[in-house]
Structure formats: structure tokens, C-alpha cells
């Protein structure tokens, strides 16, 4: 069975804040459905040369209500300067930390450039933390994410963990797009104490699978045994899944119902919406809008 909000022992601010996110806004259904635009920081402006609109925060504003968001996810500086706008008509999730993708990623960490308190001030339901699980640095974020998480308990404010294998002992393991890198970062999350997870799906490759460890290693499993073991592996926390890279509006809807079918929470899908042109982003989002209605939680 899928968890639901009513499955997890938080306290009252938390709890509020993710009733407003499941019940309140987007589908409204126990379901959650967020547009991010992290990507101009972690990887710069090529993600928006695609559909150069897109550069200007306030087109996803714009989509994130007319395509029925639960919330969009930002870093502080597009918060700050665009997001008063919409402020009690779009929900805020805040990333408190990023990095670019100029340095090597073999041993990659996500420095804090905000705070929950940034959060609360600018009238946020949920902050957001990437959390690069396998890293050699991993030390230091595990260090950096127990003081948001304490600064969020304070404050009653749910913590979304963009959960993330990284690093070259991941990549020696597999990859960081393979089944065990992924499970395990399910359950890092779950450890460390997250509300609500971010995970990629994974890309099961027969010979990568060789380099995991057992019995990751000796394993035969399809995409949706893959997807409901790494919802398991998050235990009473909820999960969402990435979108990726841009595919077809069907690939995208295809995507969707699997990761809903496997007991996912819902969805994070950025670049598959807002690459493309105004009308033709708020239609996908609308169908997958309606997807996630026939997934109640």
C-alpha cells in the first residue's frame, strides 16, 4: 500500500504545511506533483535554449498554476525576486543548497546558500536539500543536512531530499543511475531523517548491474520491480520521482503512470514540462494532472 500523509508521525507545523501541498493544491488528492527550476543553477543557461522563454522564471510561474501544481520548487534568489506574485496561489518549495556543474563530479557536495528561516519568511510549505549519497564528501553533507533538519524541526517546516548517489566509488559500484545506487539512496534518505524524497528512476543495464555489490549483482528485476523496491527501501517516507530529460508528452505520461503504479507519492518533473512551448507544457501537465487523479493516497 502506498504511505500516506495520515501514516506518518510528524509534528503539527509539518504536517499542516504537507496537507496544504497533498490535499489543498495540485491534483489535492494525497498526491503530489512539483515543477522545478533548480536546473539554471546546476547546470546553467543550456537548459533553457531548448525554448528560450523558458529562461524567465515567470514562465514556469506560470505553468506551476495554469498546469495545477502542488508547488514549485527554486533556489532563493528566483524566490525572492519573482515569486510575490504568485505568493498563496502557487505553493514555494525553497532549495536551501546547489552547486553548478563546472567542477568535477567525483567527490561533489551542495553548498547552503539559504536557510529555513528564508523559508518561512518567504511564506514556504516545504524546503528542498540535495543530498549526494556515496560522495567522498559525504561526511560533510551528511554534517550540513542534520543542521537543516534540526532548523526544520524547529520551525515545522517538511524537508524534501533531492537524494542523490554521486561520486566515483558510485560509479564504480554501477553507476548512479542503477538500481542499487538508487535503492541505497532511498534508504539514506529515510535514515537521515527526510519527509519526502526525490529519486531518479533507474536505467536497469545488465552489465553495470555486474559492478554492484551482492546481491544487487546477481539480480534480474524489470522497471516496476526496480521502482516498488526502492519505494519500499523509503520506508515511511514519501517518494517522488524525477522526470529527466525531455522525452515525448506519451514517454512522459508513460513514466508517470509507472512510478504511480510502483507506490510512489508523485511527481518532479521540470525539463519535461517547461522545454517546451507555453500551450504544449500546461497540456502535458494537465494529462499528467489527470493521471495522478486516478492515484489517490
Excluded: C
Excluded at 123 to 146: H, I, M, N, P, W
Amino acid at each position: 500500500m502506498p504511505i500516506r500523509l495520515s501514516d506518518l508521525s510528524l509534528p503539527a507545523g509539518k504536517k499542516a504545511r504537507l496537507h496544504r501541498l497533498l490535499y489543498q493544491n495540485g491534483p489535492a488528492n494525497g498526491t503530489l506533483l512539483l515543477l522545478p527550476i533548480d536546473q539554471g543553477l546546476e547546470h546553467g543557461p543550456r537548459d533553457f535554449f531548448p525554448n528560450p522563454p523558458s529562461a524567465d522564471a515567470e514562465f514556469q510561474l506560470r505553468i506551476a498554476e495554469a498546469g495545477g501544481y502542488s508547488g514549485i520548487a527554486m533556489q532563493i534568489g528566483l524566490a525572492e525576486k519573482y515569486f510575490a506574485d504568485y505568493a498563496g496561489r502557487v505553493p514555494l518549495v525553497l532549495k536551501l543548497n546547489g552547486k553548478t556543474e563546472i567542477p568535477s563530479d567525483e567527490a561533489p557536495i551542495s553548498p547552503l546558500n539559504a536557510g529555513v528561516d528564508d523559508a518561512v519568511r518567504l511564506g514556504a510549505d516545504a524546503v528542498g536539500y540535495t543530498l549526494y549519497v556515496g560522495s567522498e564528501r559525504q561526511d560533510e553533507d551528511f554534517l550540513q543536512f542534520s543542521e537543516v533538519r534540526r532548523e526544520a524541526e524547529r520551525y515545522g517546516m517538511p524537508v524534501i531530499v533531492w537524494s542523490y548517489p554521486r561520486g566515483k566509488a558510485v560509479e564504480a559500484k554501477g553507476g548512479k543511475d542503477g538500481f542499487y545506487a538508487i535503492d541505497y539512496a532511498s534508504r539514506v534518505a529515510q535514515e537521515l531523517g527526510a519527509d519526502v524524497v526525490k529519486l531518479n528512476v533507474p536505467k536497469l543495464d545488465a552489465e553495470k548491474a555486474k559492478l554492484a555489490p551482492k546481491p544487487y549483482s546477481g539480480l534480474t528485476v524489470d522497471q516496476g520491480e526496480a521502482l516498488r523496491q526502492i519505494v519500499q527501501s523509503a520506508g515511511r517516507t514519501l517518494v517522488i520521482f524525477a522526470g529527466g530529460e525531455k522525452g515525448t508528452a506519451d514517454e512522459v505520461v508513460e513514466k508517470a503512470g509507472a512510478v504511480m503504479e510502483a507506490g510512489a507519492t508523485g511527481l518532479i518533473f521540470g525539463r519535461n514540462i517547461w522545454q517546451r512551448p507555453y500551450d504544449e507544457a500546461v497540456a502535458v501537465s494537465q494529462r499528467i494532472r489527470e493521471l495522478l487523479l486516478r492515484h489517490p493516497r
